[in-house]
């Protein structure tokens, strides 16, 4: 049995770093992003993230909802080579001007769990 962790912070996510889009040597392809999570190294340490949340957030000038954040929410669906880099699928395309941003893997398959008040505390953590 495994000993429970009373009054200990949980953390819901890991930060990974946006590479670009899956290409070839004359095409790119823009509906599938290159993601190198943090402290992720082989093809095997992939597994456990495949299918788990990516929530890239961003600021944008107008107030939408009350808040100038937005985020796009995306999907690891697989790897990508042998060094730890993960494919994900983003319900938008993620804009060219995010290659090289950290972002946000989520470790949770977020059915259960509001993805606002999520998203919220990634925005606690981040601004």
């Known amino acids: ?3 429970s962790r009373e009054g200990e912070n949980v953390r819901l996510y890991i930060r990974g770093t946006i ?3 899956k290409r070839s040597k004359s095409n790119q392809y823009p509906n599938t992003s290159l993601i190198q999570i943090e402290g992720v190294n082989t093809k095997e340490e992939v597994g ?3 299918g788990k949340r990516l929530a890239y957030i961003y ?3 107008v107030k939408k909802n009350g808040t100038h954040y937005r985020c796009i929410w995306g999907k690891v669906t697989r790897p990508h080579g042998n060094s730890g880099v993960v494919r994900a699928k ?3 395309n993620l804009p060219p001007r995010s ?3 950290r972002r946000y893997v989520e470790y949770l398959n977020l059915d259960h ?3 606002d008040e999520l998203l919220g505390f990634v ?3 981040q601004y």
């Open 99 to 101: 290659m090289g941003d």
């Open 59 to 61: 600021k944008a000038k």
């Open 123 to 125: 925005l606690e953590k």
């Open 1 to 3: 049995m495994v000993k």
């Open 113 to 115: 769990v509001l993805k």
């Open 48 to 50: 456990w993230y495949n």
């Open 19 to 21: 590479l670009g889009y």
């Open 90 to 92: 983003f319900r938008k």
